[in-house]
């Protein structure tokens, strides 16, 4: 019996897929590479990235109230205050203030409060980042108006405080202002360059003198508050405080009692008056005209009319004594010492004056039209005659001339603290004058040199050093403003100066005042005392105003003041409108002093009509 066979289409066919070929191992790859991946970027986020989240949550609930460090108390050499700290009222408002949908309210109303205009406040929220966790300052020294105003619309002004804030202070105001310059609120390129030294935006820096020469030294730490809030930025409980550490002090050479001594001696004209302890090289008082008010830059924003006052065309903010000038005849210290140092005269050298030489066919006239008769040296330099020194420089020459200029410290600075603020000066040689003037040197620039004039240029302090080289013996010393207990000589440098050289000059510039062109500080009134004058050619536009110095120390024998007053474009000589000038000083100085031992000084100064 035959079996029945199926029919090939009663046969059902198997559609199952699922399970065969490879797709488990591919579900099963894909799924432990879906695992794995999650599990490495949950690890980076946590242990790698951890840190930087977890600072940007707790930004989000935790703010820092930044207190300002207060600044180092600035004192003079006997300890009277020179600049400290006052504590205005500011207005400060969170970075994000600016988005919320409050802020066109908080903005106007602030605006109309402040003066300021929206978009400087929205300057400078966005400088900060809206992620920051700081108080913005938008506005400093509040008034009383301005503070009531603030408390009475505090309802409409969300996320805005008012704290206290340490500003530098100078209460003598425009007397020391270029002595101690003055701290301002960072520029954006100042920021930009300090970031990475601590500083922030709204932080103030030393921007000239002393502050900022000792920028390190005042600053001090920033302190202030983490305080937490909640979702709408109210504050819920203070986390910690870190209080702001305070800048250290500093104690400086400058005696107060002199430098304003000086400022009222100067007066209004325009110029310069330096005082040094001749024996070291500290600095007693440095005073430039015109000057300015230092206090106007701790102002949120200067006026028109503060700007006038720093921006004249005058240069009030340009420290005229440590600018350069032509020194005239006070210079012919350093060419009496070098005509006697190079051993090309002696010391009982004994030279005809002129009224005037004729040298390589130039006419050099002396400052009286006549000439003094044969002088020696110390008679050279108390009647201050040209004619004998253009001998000694033409004697000498170039190189040997300028070798001792350089010697005396001309040519470079001079080592006080403000190195950004000084100029080095001018001492012209062969290599300058063909590079500027294509030219060679010749014998008539030795002589107009020999006499401080020519292209020579130097600062009322280098003139000060110069001068303490005859006062002090020998030495020259660098001027420095920060006081020390180190001994003299670790301030100076010997010249190796012949003894002879040394005492031709002390006894020259004695001679100058005792019966020569500065007789008017030959008063009872003050010790003896030994300086120079100097008038220099000089003109303002096409007017010629010559520049009047004279330099003095007393007492003569015993030096230990001594001062450098120079008058720009004064129109007058060295021994009329800068020797009186020292005279109040010196009066100031010796009667507070020493008082009782010289006389009262008179109502009237007496003056000196002699040209240098």
Known sequence: MALLQPSPLSIKKNTRTVGRSFQPIFLIIFTLLMVTGISIRLAYLQIIEGVHYRKRAEANRIRLIPKHPERGNIFDRNGKLLASTRYPRSVYLWPMAHTKPAWSVVGSRLSQILDI????????LEEAGANSSSLIRIARDLNEAQITALKEYANELQDVEIHTEAVRYYPHGKELAHVLGYTRELT???????????????????????????????RGEWGGQQVEVDGAGRPLRVLGEKQAKAGNDLHLTINLDVQKAAEKALGDRNGAIVALDPKNGAVLAMVSHPTFDPNIFSKQKLTQKDWETVQGAEHPLVNRALSAFPPASTFKIVTATAGIESGKFSPKTVLQTYGSLNIGGTRFGEWNHAGFGPLGFVGALQWSSDTFFYQIGRGVGGPTLIEWTRKYGFGKKTGLEFVNEESKGLVPDEIWKQKVWKMPWTVG?????????????????????????????????????????????????????????????????RKVVAEGTG??????????????????????????????????????EKPEILIVAFAEHSGGGGGSVAAPMILQIMEDYFQRKYPGKYQKPETSIPKNSRRN
């Open 117 to 124: 205009s929206q978009e400087e406040m929205e300057k400078k």
């Open 188 to 218: 954006a390129e100042q920021l930009t360059e300090k970031r990475k030294e601590g500083y922030r935006l709204g932080d103030v820096i030393g921007q000239m003198a002393i502050e900022k020469a000792y920028e390190k030294t005042l």
């Open 519 to 556: 007789k008017v500080l030959n008063q009872p009134t003050i010790p003896p005392v030994a300086g120079k004058s100097g008038t220099a050619e000089a003109w303002k536009g096409r007017v010629k105003q010559n520049h009047a110095w004279f330099g003095a120390y007393a007492p003569a």
């Open 445 to 509: 620039d030795s002589i107009n040199m020999s006499i401080g004039q020519g292209a020579l240029q130097t600062t009322p302090l280098q003139v000060a050093i110069m001068f303490a080289v005859p006062a002090n013996g020998g030495y020259r010393v660098q001027p420095h403003l920060l006081k020390d207990n180190e001994e003299a000589r670790s301030w100076r440098e010997s010249l190796n100066m012949k003894p002879t050289t040394i005492n031709i000059l002390r006894e020259g510039l």
